[in-house]
């Protein structure tokens, strides 16, 4: 709730205070105008002014918590409101600084510490129309973020799921790659092998058959011929033997002369 109007009925029966105090209450409603007139930068600075005159200002010091809440200083804003309500001891401007400190943190996405706040809000002002509708939305965000917050947790819970089942389908599916994989790999070789042998039978096939053909191409010598070749070295034998024999039949002559000549000898 603003402090807008209630800083105007001050200034109106606060007339004949000091000056300073003057000062202070004309800063306040400039910073009020410029309020209205959303210039909320210029409003802070008003009320800032006015509480440099005047450091008790209640008005300018709820004013400024405002502004600072409107330019979405919400960490300011709610230290404002809190340094207050410290040292307040009106129930009304208790329930007041309250409610603004429950919008402050629902605004920072507080929703259980703004709950709270617009509980001690209802303490000091019971009556309050709008603080009771914004406990009731916060406890409805709250509802709201908790099952979301479930859901996301189902999901996550899911995803894990999801994903463990899938690592033990790639498992699975991997074990089975590799198994036929080792099966394709087995089968190969076992065709490689068969395809050696199969090689080598037919290199012992060709050799044989290469062999064959070698002997089939060599001249066959018929029954009862020789060639050439045989013969001349045949004749050539067959002089050496004859050679042999008249060499022998010379040398046996000349034996039988020398044994008779000896005999004639021994006879004279």
């Known amino acids: 709730m603003m402090m807008k109007k209630v800083s105007l009925i001050l200034f109106l029966i606060g007339i004949a205070f000091s000056a300073s105090a003057q000062k202070e209450r004309k800063l ?25 005159k005047k450091t008790d200002s209640y008005e300018a010091a709820f004013n400024l918590g405002d502004a600072l809440f409107k330019q979405k200083k919400f960490d300011e804003a709610l230290k404002q409101f809190s340094d207050l309500a410290e040292k307040e001891m009106d129930k009304q401007r ?46 409805r965000r709250q509802q709201q973020q908790q099952q979301q ?25 991997n074990e089975d790659q590799q198994k036929d994989q080792q099966d394709q790999n087995k089968d190969q070789q076992d065709q490689n092998k068969d395809q050696q042998d199969k090689n080598q039978k037919d290199q012992d096939k060709n050799q044989q058959n290469k062999d064959q053909q070698q002997q089939n191409q060599q001249p066959q010598q018929q029954p009862g011929k020789i060639s050439k070749e045989d013969a001349q070295r045949l004749l050539e034998a067959l002089q050496n033997d004859e050679k042999k024999v008249q060499e022998k039949v010379q040398k046996e002559k000349v034996q039988q002369q020398k044994a008779k000549k000896q005999k004639i000898e021994k006879d004279w």
């Open 28 to 52: 306040v409603r400039e910073g009020n105008d410029l309020y209205d007139k959303q210039d909320f930068e210029k409003a802070e600075v008003e009320y800032r002014k006015a509480l440099d």
């Open 94 to 139: 208790l329930g007041e600084l309250y409610h603004n400190i429950g919008n402050t943190l629902l605004s920072m996405q507080k929703t259980e510490e703004s709950i709270e706040a617009y509980k001690e809000s209802l303490r000091n002002r019971p009556n309050a129309p709008e603080t009771k509708y914004n406990l009731e939305y916060a406890r």
């Open 149 to 173: 917050q479930n859901q996301d947790q189902n999901q996550d819970q899911n995803k894990d799921q999801n994903k463990d089942q899938q690592k033990d389908q790639d498992k699975g599916k």
